[in-house]
């Protein structure tokens, strides 16, 4: 069974840095593309970044573009999100979602596995 677990959320000041987390519990991590969304209180589930399966051709919201990162390791099963120079808009729940299909990659829809989330909140 599929579960993807994230971490390194936090409390984080205005223009801080976090690296978030993601570990995929099965073998078959590489045939899956990854993607990183959020959520505000109150906001529906928004894109933020997706990597193909080979670590390549990164995508970004623009509202991150140019200040976070998305990699993956396949032989860790793992993606990670390093977020910088973050804003006190960044708060969110951000969760990982991973599928195998041909897709619209900023839509919630095409992801049918998903992670519990993990907080991150920045402080003006």
């Known amino acids: 069974q599929v579960q993807l677990v994230e971490s390194g959320g936090g409390l984080v000041q205005d223009g801080g840095s976090l690296r978030l987390s993601c570990v995929f519990s099965?073998?078959?991590?590489?045939?899956?593309?990854m993607a990183w969304f959020r959520q505000a209180p109150g906001k529906e589930r928004e894109f933020v970044s997706r990597?193909?399966?080979?670590?390549?051709?990164?995508a970004y919201a623009d509202s991150v573009k140019g200040r976070f990162t998305i990699s993956r390791d396949n032989n860790k099963n793992t993606v990670y999100l390093q977020m910088n120079s973050l804003k006190f808009e960044d708060t969110a729940v951000y969760y990982c979602?991973?599928?195998?299909?041909?897709?619209?990659?900023?839509?919630?829809?095409?992801?049918?596995?998903w992670g519990q989330g993990t907080q991150v909140t920045v402080s003006s």
């Open positions: 979602a991973a599928t195998q299909g041909v897709f619209n990659y900023f839509d919630t829809a095409t992801y049918p596995y």
């Open positions: 099965t073998l078959t991590f590489s045939t899956y593309v």
């Open positions: 990597i193909s399966r080979t670590g390549g051709y990164p």
